[in-house]
């Protein structure tokens, strides 16, 4: 620890709370730049909106959400479309303030008009959500999984999963919503800073007993009642992956402005908390991920009336204490020197010099060496058997990790990339946006840097006029920057980046589904831009 500051460069930087520190040269740092930013509520709910409006089925794990008070009227209009169609829909929903945490705010209502519109809503922007009225229970009671996430690298994507997670129980036997018992948090919100003062919260010594047990417990259980538990882990890996791809745009945006290229700076890697409900058919919902997740292994208990003592929790500690230490050994640096030299020593007996122990599997060197040569199993393969077992390596010098527990983190991307790649659209989007950017340190596209797009890219003709150009960029910033929080730079964001790019591809590719168009004028513009790179180095040798 350094509460005074810090002299020498380190090799792991473990920060309490966000990225920011200018003085990292080297090193890995364990959070991203922006990432807090990323994960708010609303931000997360714009982010799984672009990704539901190009693959909706795919997306169909997060509940239909409402940002307010922007989307107000659409809200009450949406809502007022579907009763109209379906009057046996009688549906719940919640209002989550963005930026709160540990229900923070929180409140139920049966009807749009329902809205505390107060003062304080203008202030104070929200999400609204579809409340899931059926969720799974255990002893009747409501409860939530808390997953921890590792992201260890966003460029090339690599993602871990821990074996084991949390769930937090509501402390109140559950109903479906109605109006008499919708302001009854004990009943409807999972989260552990309320319920733990219902007077029904029990602390548990058993990791599958209490108010807070294990997930694979009630993994477990369920699996005693016949239900299809290796499905669930597979859908749950699914989420996580594809929750990260609508997030991974809006994060390499802040992390070329924090990190620029070229230039001396750290790598990063992040521990993220995911927050999943399950539904009654065992269908997992994203409630919301968190960038700080909370790693502590005690809880309070009150000794006597208003003296407190902490406690251990054996059930943090079961889960927890193993992703820390994983997340150690998964970005250890010794660890990834010795590996290189290992890799060194097959490379050289390969070369005719035979010494050295021989590589486990060739396909793992190439992957090394060239990123894109990933090692992806067969689509037909289940999930669940992402769970890839440390492989001993013969006559290898003993690794100081053996005799650790094997690793609780499971990697399962790039282990999976072939299943998912494809959603991986609005990634390309971001890196044109990122290409023009222009000024290092920048996270928005001036004027000049749209036209520049617009003209590189060949999408101004006759129909299209750069007049037209300079209208839509107008349009849609002023739009974007009259509701956006940030506030601190002018420009086009990388959101109302990806809006302007949705209407091009709308407009010259009529016919098609979404997220084709938006493929085609990616693959149009990728194209143009790599014929002009090619003449300026023909050019630059010329
Ligand atoms: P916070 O960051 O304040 O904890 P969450 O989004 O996690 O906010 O919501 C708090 C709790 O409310 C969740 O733990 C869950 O129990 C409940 N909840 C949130 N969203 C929904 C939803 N769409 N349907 C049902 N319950 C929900």
């Not at 922006?34 to 409006?53: F, H, P, Y």
């Not at 809880?299 to 994983?326: C, T, W, Y």
């Not at 990122?434 to 797009?453: A, D, E, M, S, W």
């Amino acid at each position: 620890q350094f509460p005074f500051g810090r002299r020498l460069p380190c090799d792991i930087y473990w920060h309490g709370v966000s990225f920011h520190d200018n003085n990292i040269f080297s090193g890995q740092v364990n959070k991203f730049p922006g990432m807090m930013e990323t994960v708010r509520k609303i931000t997360l709910s714009r982010a799984m909106r672009t990704m539901q409006d190009l693959f909706p089925l795919e997306y169909n794990f997060y509940p239909r959400s409402w940002i307010l008070p922007e989307e107000l009227p659409l809200f009450v209009a949406e809502v007022r479309v579907m009763k109209d169609s379906d009057p046996s829909w009688k549906p719940t929903f919640i209002v989550k303030p963005d930026g709160g945490c540990q229900g923070d705010g929180i409140y139920l209502i049966k009807d749009p008009s329902d809205i505390r519109l107060t003062g304080s809503i203008q202030s104070r922007p929200a999400v609204v959500q579809e409340y899931i009225c059926k969720p799974l229970l255990v002893d009747k009671l409501k409860f939530d999984i808390r997953l921890y996430v590792l992201l260890k690298s966003l460029e090339p994507l690599e993602i871990y999963i821990a074996k084991d997670g949390l769930s937090r129980f509501c402390t109140e036997p559950y109903q479906e919503p109605t109006l008499k018992n919708l302001h009854q948090v004990f009943m409807h919100l999972t989260n552990y800073s309320l319920n733990i003062h219902s007077e029904n919260f029990i602390h548990s010594t058993s990791v599958n007993t209490g108010s807070k047990r294990t997930f694979s417990s009630i993994l477990c259980r369920l699996s005693s009642r016949g239900a299809d538990v290796k499905k669930l882990w597979s859908d749950i890996i699914s989420l996580v992956i594809k929750t990260i791809i609508a997030l991974t745009p809006e994060l390499k945006v802040y992390y070329q402005s924090d990190i620029p290229s070229g230039k001396p700076g750290p790598t990063c890697f992040q521990i993220l908390g995911f927050d999943i409900l399950l539904m009654k058919n065992l269908k997992p919902m994203l409630l919301e991920v968190n960038a700080n997740p909370s790693m502590r292994i005690e809880h309070e208990q009150e000794l006597s009336p208003g003296v407190f003592e902490n406690v251990p929790s054996p059930v943090d500690e079961e889960v927890k204490v193993a992703v820390i230490r994983d997340t150690l050994r998964l970005v250890d640096p010794q660890k990834k020197k010795r590996k290189d030299a290992q890799l060194l020593q097959w490379q050289v007996g390969w070369n005719g010099m035979s010494f050295g122990p021989s590589p486990p599997n060739p396909s793992v060197i190439l992957c090394r060496r060239c990123p894109r040569l990933e090692h992806v199993p067969e689509s037909s393969e289940s999930l669940l058997d992402a769970v890839p077992a440390e492989r001993p390596e013969p006559d290898a010098p003993r690794s100081p990790e053996a005799g650790l527990p094997s690793l609780c983190l499971k990697q399962v991307f790039p282990k999976y990339a072939k299943q998912f790649d494809y959603l991986r659209l609005v990634d390309r989007v971001a890196a044109l946006f990122i290409r023009f950017l222009g000024v290092k340190g920048t996270t928005k596209l001036g004027p000049t840097g749209f036209r520049t797009f617009i003209r590189n890219c060949k999408l101004s003709n006759s129909n299209f006029s750069m007049a037209a150009v300079d209208i839509l960029y107008i349009d849609i910033t002023r739009r974007w920057n009259s509701m956006g929080i940030d506030h601190k730079e002018s420009g086009m964001c990388l959101q109302a980046f990806v809006e302007a790019f949705f209407c091009l591809a709308q407009k010259k590719y009529k016919s098609l589904p979404l997220h084709e168009q938006v493929l085609s004028l990616i693959e149009f513009c990728e194209c143009h831009l790599a014929a002009l790179d090619e003449k300026r180095l023909l050019w630059g040798w010329g």
